[in-house]
């Protein structure tokens, strides 16, 4: 059965303190990972989508990796403003052509000053 | 550029009372669109999704049901809500093959 499974389920950091949030999946025929981030009371905002392994993405402190069995999101020198529930979603191939997005429960990042 | 807009915010409703949640999409021209559910400390359930007008298909079958009256238009319905219909309800469109799906601001749904 497909699965994605996120870890840990929060995170607190003091601002500036590095670390990595983890996505690990088990799908059949993966055809894209996503991540997304969502704040109190609001829908996901799109980050990254990531295709194959070894691919890397960034946008301003954050960096999404792949590798065939999970992906990290590394958050560099984090501030108060990026704390946030981050999702991470992959598509699976679906017989018919329809690709649906499996969604993991998230990460809670709290950044404190 | 493209926008989605829900509607309401918030909805609090007795249980057996009908249900009608907005979605409507602009700047883009038949999006996929999507129904989900998204439950306190779990990842996002989808409900429904349309890849044109009229075209409707169910992941979970449920106390909803959903329509796609015009292309950029996508409405969640139920005859009677239960309380476990209870939940925040997101729409999403991707204009399909790999590209990433986009979220409204959703619903907060409390049935009481």
């Known amino acids: 059965e497909d699965q994605v499974t996120q870890s840990p389920e929060a995170l607190r950091l003091q601002e500036g303190e590095s670390s990595s949030l983890n996505c690990s999946y088990t799908v059949s025929g993966l055809r894209g990972l996503f991540w997304y981030r969502q704040d109190p009371g609001k829908g996901p905002e799109f980050l990254f989508t990531?295709?194959?392994a070894g691919e890397e993405k960034e946008k301003e402190r954050l960096k999404a990796t792949l590798t065939k069995k999970e992906s990290f999101l590394h958050i560099t020198a984090p501030k108060p403003e990026d704390s946030a529930t981050y999702l991470c979603a992959v598509r699976a191939f679906k017989t018919g052509g329809y690709n649906k997005l499996i969604f993991g429960a998230g990460t809670r990042l709290a950044v404190h000053p | 550029s493209q926008t989605i807009h829900q509607w309401p915010a918030t909805l609090v409703q007795p249980v057996g009372s009908p249900l009608s949640l907005e979605c409507t999409v602009e700047g883009t021209s038949n999006p996929n669109l999507y129904w989900y559910r998204q439950a306190a400390g779990r990842g996002l359930q989808l409900l429904f999704y349309?890849?044109?007008?009229?075209?409707i298909s169910s992941e979970v079958p449920q106390n909803l049901s959903a329509s796609r009256p015009q292309d950029r238009q996508f409405i969640l319905s139920s005859k009677k809500l239960l309380l476990s219909d209870s939940g925040f309800y997101l729409c999403?469109?991707?204009?399909?093959?790999?590209?990433?799906?986009?979220f409204g601001d959703g619903t907060r749904l409390s049935i009481l």
């Open positions: 349309s890849v044109g007008i009229g075209q």
């Open positions: 999403a469109w991707a204009t399909g093959g790999n590209q990433p799906q986009h």
């Open positions: 990531l295709y194959s």
